[in-house]
């Protein structure tokens, strides 16, 4: 008996310690209390501020193979813009319970791929137009 309370114990222990979940919706969809603030194209001759640029080269960094030691925005821009079907790269801005999530997606292949942040914080990683929370 005592060996099954420690078991028990043991597996609910764990759980405190296991990865967070999205704080936001899985789909980022409106009906669900996301409010998408904007939308931009990102080229090469977008203005934008320290922290999207930021954001961007940790996106582009995320994705290139291999892995460039230093990248500059237009690196960045461009890696992203190669590797999306249509030449697309995008930076949206979100709002969710009065906190605001930034997403830079491009599209390899149909559907996007990206990575969110909570300021310079990835807080989730946008693989085949679904999101996955975990691992950052």
Not at 17 to 33: K, N, Q, R, T
Not at 75 to 92: K, R, W
């Amino acid at each position: 008996m005592k060996s099954l309370i420690f078991v028990l114990v043991a597996l609910f222990s764990m759980n405190v310690f296991a990865e967070p979940v999205c704080d936001f919706p899985y789909d980022l969809s409106e009906e669900e209390g996301v409010n998408e603030l904007r939308t931009s194209v990102v080229t090469k001759t977008t203005r934008l501020t320290s922290l999207q640029k930021s954001q961007i080269i940790i996106t582009a960094k995320h994705y290139a193979q291999p892995v460039p030691r230093t990248m500059t925005i237009a690196m960045a821009i461009e890696s992203l813009m190669s590797n999306s079907e249509g030449g697309d790269v995008y930076f949206t801005l979100y709002k969710f319970k009065n906190t605001v999530y930034s997403v830079v997606e491009h599209y390899p292949g149909g559907n996007p791929y990206g990575l969110v942040f909570k300021g310079t914080k990835i807080v989730a990683e946008r693989t085949d137009g679904d999101l996955n929370c975990t691992g950052f």
